[in-house]
């Protein structure tokens, strides 16, 4: 890596990408690198130059960033209004329904916050105006997605979006902020490939080989930058998070809505609350429990589908006719497969026989970057939502296999293996 250009390895990537994918290339992005006032300047020029804006944050980034942005763009003729997202998890129609109550000629949706993506698109694709997003972090997570899950009342709409994304990478600005969240996000690969592989081969599906290889490397990559000297696995972070933001949020989150880390990172944001270990300590109980499901292989014990769906429609205020629907259609789906599904399990077990150690260097890792360790009330939380993880989603991952082979009834028991 010793002559890694970051702006040269991403524009190429995406060029990659559009050749590869052609009429399937569902990303419609622009990457400039650069510091982020001098860049934004040039950006303002080329796609609102002269107009009205929107910038929207949470509290803390208004406090930090507002009086620059504002300064820098009313010296460019642009008048800045502000719109601040307090405190909340939960994407909603209510909630973003201030935003279209902004005047009609606003021209671009400014943004630094990755949190607030799902506003910013799904304000920017029905506005058809661009996304200006300067990143303040290395986590990049479900960044660029093109489809977006939104409550409506008590139902959980899908919502498919393509805005124009102008994207301004400031590696000063940014530095190794996030650095431990963004490893967290590389790891979670490793349950969701898992994941994806299982949903293609239940479902028939042909699998996205150039989506998979390229993510495979992410996580593989991911794990070994840790060890790099401060400065390069910074850069090797940012580019390995772009990477993988890229590729998902292309994929029509084939990835994505499979993940039951995706899946665990949903529930609690429907429940309005969410833990800093959130994504790492759920890669590790799927990692673990996917561990023990193809080394035990079935046992009798029923999964109930009405408990298990009235239990979601309570924790997250969906109707649980929604989640019993996607039950039904897996059990549909996974009727007179057991031969299949067990050979599956059986391949997976020796990818899995050393998912414990897996597990352990990878805590450690994320612990030496700064990550914190869960306490006993976030731990049993995290790890009794993961048992739900494969009931959220109508798609087929590894917590569906988990669930049919009878083993989450006995978590939910309280019984060890």
Do not use: W
């Not at 622009?30 to 929107?54: C, Q």
Request: glycine letters at 6%.
């Amino acid at each position: 890596m010793a002559n890694f250009n970051l702006s040269e390895s991403l524009s190429n990537l995406v060029k990659d990408m559009k050749s590869h994918y052609k009429i399937k290339y569902a990303l419609p992005l622009n990457l400039y690198f650069g510091e982020r006032n001098e860049t934004l300047k040039k950006v303002i020029d080329l796609v609102a130059p002269f107009s009205t804006g929107v910038f929207l944050s949470t509290p803390s980034t208004f406090e930090k960033e507002e009086k620059s942005y504002r300064k820098m763009l009313n010296g460019k003729g642009i008048k800045l209004i502000n719109y601040i997202v307090d405190g909340t998890y939960r994407f909603t129609v209510e909630g973003v329904s201030g935003l279209f109550a902004l005047p009609d000629n606003i021209r671009f949706i400014l943004y630094s916050d990755k949190s607030l993506s799902p506003y910013a698109s799904y304000f920017a694709h029905f506005r058809k105006i661009p996304v200006i997003y300067i990143p303040n972090s290395l986590d990049f997570s479900n960044a660029f997605n093109n489809i977006i899950s939104i409550v409506n009342g008590e139902k959980l709409d899908y919502v498919k979006v393509k805005p124009q994304r102008e994207v301004i990478i400031d590696k000063e600005y940014i530095g190794e902020v996030g650095i431990a969240h963004a490893f967290a996000d590389l790891m979670s690969l490793l349950p969701t490939l898992t994941d994806y592989r299982i949903n293609c081969n239940i479902l028939n599906i042909k699998p996205d080989v150039y989506a998979y290889d390229h993510l495979k490397e992410c996580l593989t990559e991911g794990y070994k930058i840790a060890s790099m000297p401060k400065k390069s696995r910074a850069e090797m972070f940012l580019y390995y998070s772009i990477k993988k933001a890229l590729i998902g949020g292309n994929a029509l989150d084939a990835f994505t809505f499979v993940s039951a880390v995706y899946a665990v990172e949903s529930i609690f944001s429907l429940r309005d609350e969410c833990y800093e270990q959130l994504r790492l300590q759920s890669v590790i109980d799927l990692v673990n429990i996917y561990s023990v499901c193809f080394e035990t292989g079935s046992v009798l014990q029923v999964a109930n589908l009405n408990e298990r769906a009235e239990e979601l429609a309570k924790q997250t205020g969906i109707d649980e006719s929604h989640f019993m629907s996607n039950l039904i259609y897996q059990q549909a789906v996974l009727t007179g497969k057991t031969e299949r599904v067990e050979k599956l399990k059986e391949f997976l077990k020796r990818e899995f026989s050393t998912a414990s150690k897996t597990g352990e260097s990878i805590y450690k890792i994320y612990l030496s970057l700064g990550g914190k360790k869960a306490d006993s009330k976030a731990f049993k939380e995290i790890f009794y939502t993961v048992l739900r993880a494969g009931d959220f989603g109508r798609k087929i991952n590894g917590m569906t296999i988990v669930r049919e082979s009878g083993l989450t009834e006995k978590y939910l028991n309280g019984d060890k293996f």
